[in-house]
């Protein structure tokens, strides 16, 4: 008996044993079987993401890089010209009336997917604002020099900002006067202080009828320096741009004076006209720059050049060297107001250009596009019945990488002569 109940005794240890084992087994395969279906899936997973991607892409183009979070978004901005702030002729030029004029512009633009503005804010050598260097502009005053009775460049650095996009100032560096506009000067415009002291009347020059200071001079260039630099250090700006006015042409009759002057003072052999006033904008570029960086770290300085290399170096901008080298400019967007059947310089040709000529990692590169040609005569009406050209551009701009793009300008993003190919445009913002 005793034997018998041993013997049952290793029946029920063995099975015990045996279902112990099996258990064991059975959890074993269960983790490898988890296992497995993680490592298929992700490689399913990965499989079928590379897949999407190529086959998204053209044939032999490489697959695009996912952005860095850190990355800025795609600059999105409309140039605010001084004629859409224009309250010169309007019978009300109430504070009131400023605002509500600046309001719609702002969410005209943030409705079209706008997320900066350019803003005209000194673009005959008045202000927008309370100066101690340029005259109020007639603008907002009526005549040059009147002031409105408040600050409006206050209101829109505070507007703009209210509504999440980003403010710049735009200058017109040099420019006093335009085809006779504005028709008065105050006796505290450059032009006036210049011309009447015998010491600096050659800083400011009349060249065609129109009016301009003249960078030749460092005492102009300083001056101009300090204007901007009143700006940024006064408003929480988050830029400012210069647009494409430099020298007005090659004509050596422009500045006959300071050129003079500055070969009587030339230790050795003096640069040659066209070198010296690259010289002169690039010494004009570098202070200003400094001066941004200096008030207000954060802002931005660029520079909206002509689409044209060979016009910009008529006008004394080498471009090459604000693209290639620090401290010249935070960001470069050329004018490149060509559709693609230009028959001088299409569009997609400048394109390139331009991304290849931006080799400075710290330059960013914007497109400026041309809303305003968009079925007129321009470019021997190649721009009639267009839809989709600027749209194209866009597209074009992002598969070259360029950090985005700049549009002229406002009154045209409203048109509603524009209004499909404005449209086509918006839906690649989405």
């Given at each position: 008996?005793?034997?018998?109940?041993?013997?049952?005794?290793?029946?029920?240890?063995?099975?015990?044993?045996?279902?112990?084992?099996?258990?064991?087994?059975?959890?074993?395969?269960?983790?490898?079987?988890?296992?497995?279906?993680?490592?298929?899936?992700?490689?399913?997973?990965?499989?079928?993401?590379?897949?999407?991607?190529?086959?998204?892409?053209?044939?032999?183009?490489?697959?695009?890089?996912?952005?860095?979070?850190?990355?800025?978004?795609?600059?999105?901005?409309?140039?605010?010209?001084?004629?859409?702030?224009?309250?010169?002729?309007?019978?009300?030029?109430?504070?009131?009336?400023?605002?509500?004029?600046?309001?719609?512009?702002?969410?005209?633009?943030?409705?079209?997917?706008?997320?900066?503005?350019?803003?005209?804010?000194?673009?005959?050598?008045?202000?927008?604002?309370?100066?101690?260097?340029?005259?109020?502009?007639?603008?907002?005053?009526?005549?040059?020099?009147?002031?409105?009775?408040?600050?409006?460049?206050?209101?829109?650095?505070?507007?703009?900002?209210?509504?999440?996009?980003?403010?710049?100032?735009?200058?017109?560096?040099?420019?006093?006067?335009?085809?006779?506009?504005?028709?008065?000067?105050?006796?505290?415009?450059?032009?006036?202080?210049?011309?009447?002291?015998?010491?600096?009347?050659?800083?400011?020059?009349?060249?065609?009828?129109?009016?301009?200071?003249?960078?030749g001079w460092s005492g102009v260039r300083d001056y101009i320096v300090n204007g901007?630099?009143?700006?940024?250090?006064?408003?929480?700006?988050?830029?400012?741009?210069?647009?494409?006015?430099?020298?007005?042409?090659?004509?050596?009759?422009?500045?006959?004076?300071?050129?003079?002057?500055?070969?009587?003072?030339?230790?050795?052999?003096?640069?040659?006209?066209?070198?010296?006033?690259?010289?002169?904008?690039?010494?004009?570029?570098?202070?200003?720059?400094?001066?941004?960086?200096?008030?207000?770290?954060?802002?931005?300085?660029?520079?909206?050049?002509?689409?044209?290399?060979?016009?910009?170096?008529?006008?004394?901008?080498?471009?090459?060297?604000?693209?290639?080298?620090?401290?010249?400019?935070?960001?470069?967007?050329?004018?490149?107001?060509?559709?693609?059947?230009?028959?001088?310089?299409?569009?997609?040709?400048?394109?390139?250009?331009?991304?290849?000529?931006?080799?400075?990692?710290?330059?960013?590169?914007?497109?400026?596009?041309?809303?305003?040609?968009?079925?007129?005569?321009?470019?021997?009406?190649?721009?009639?019945?267009?839809?989709?050209?600027?749209?194209?551009?866009?597209?074009?701009?992002?598969?070259?990488?360029?950090?985005?793009?700049?549009?002229?300008?406002?009154?045209?993003?409203?048109?509603?002569?524009?209004?499909?190919?404005?449209?086509?445009?918006?839906?690649?913002?989405t």
């Amino acid at each position: 008996m005793v034997i018998s109940l041993v013997h049952k005794h290793k029946q029920i240890l063995a099975v015990l044993v045996l279902i112990v084992v099996v258990l064991v087994i059975m959890v074993m395969r269960k983790i490898d079987q988890t296992s497995g279906t993680a490592v298929t899936s992700s490689a399913i997973s990965t499989a079928s993401a590379s897949s999407a991607t190529s086959s998204a892409l053209p044939l032999g183009a490489a697959p695009v890089q996912a952005t860095p979070a850190e990355a800025q978004p795609e600059m999105r901005a409309v140039w605010v010209t001084y004629m859409d702030l224009d309250m010169s002729g309007a019978s009300n030029r109430s504070q009131a009336a400023f605002q509500k004029k600046y309001d719609a512009i702002v969410q005209n633009a943030k409705a079209r997917g706008m997320n900066a503005l350019i803003v005209h804010v000194r673009p005959f050598s008045d202000a927008m604002y309370p100066s101690k260097l340029y005259p109020w502009s007639h603008l907002v005053g009526g005549t040059q020099g009147v002031n409105p009775g408040f600050d409006p460049l206050a209101y829109m650095v505070e507007a703009t900002h209210k509504a999440g996009l980003q403010f710049h100032a735009w200058v017109n560096p040099m420019r006093v006067t335009l085809n006779g506009l504005p028709s008065i000067l105050s006796e505290n415009n450059p032009w006036n202080v210049f011309r009447s002291d015998p010491k600096r009347k050659d800083w400011a020059v009349e060249y065609n009828k129109n009016k301009y200071l003249d960078p030749g001079w460092s005492g102009v260039r300083d001056y101009i320096v300090n204007g901007v630099k009143e700006i940024v250090q006064n408003y929480d700006v988050d830029g400012v741009q210069y647009d494409d006015y430099f020298y007005p042409d090659q004509n050596a009759d422009f500045d006959k004076a300071s050129y003079a002057a500055y070969c009587k003072s030339a230790k050795g052999s003096p640069l040659s006209l066209e070198k010296w006033r690259c010289e002169n904008i690039n010494a004009l570029l570098k202070a200003t720059y400094q001066a941004v960086k200096a008030a207000r770290p954060d802002a931005v300085f660029g520079v909206s050049p002509q689409g044209n290399l060979k016009n910009d170096l008529e006008m004394g901008a080498d471009v090459s060297v604000w693209c290639q080298h620090s401290g010249y400019v935070d960001y470069i967007c050329p004018q490149l107001y060509y559709n693609y059947d230009n028959p001088v310089l299409p569009y997609a040709s400048a394109a390139k250009t331009w991304k290849n000529l931006v080799t400075e990692k710290s330059v960013k590169l914007y497109f400026g596009l041309g809303l305003y040609k968009i079925g007129t005569d321009a470019d021997k009406g190649s721009w009639k019945n267009s839809t989709d050209t600027i749209a194209r551009q866009v597209e074009t701009g992002r598969s070259l990488g360029c950090n985005g793009f700049m549009f002229y300008a406002y009154e045209d993003l409203i048109s509603s002569n524009r209004k499909q190919e404005v449209q086509n445009v918006m839906k690649l913002f989405t």
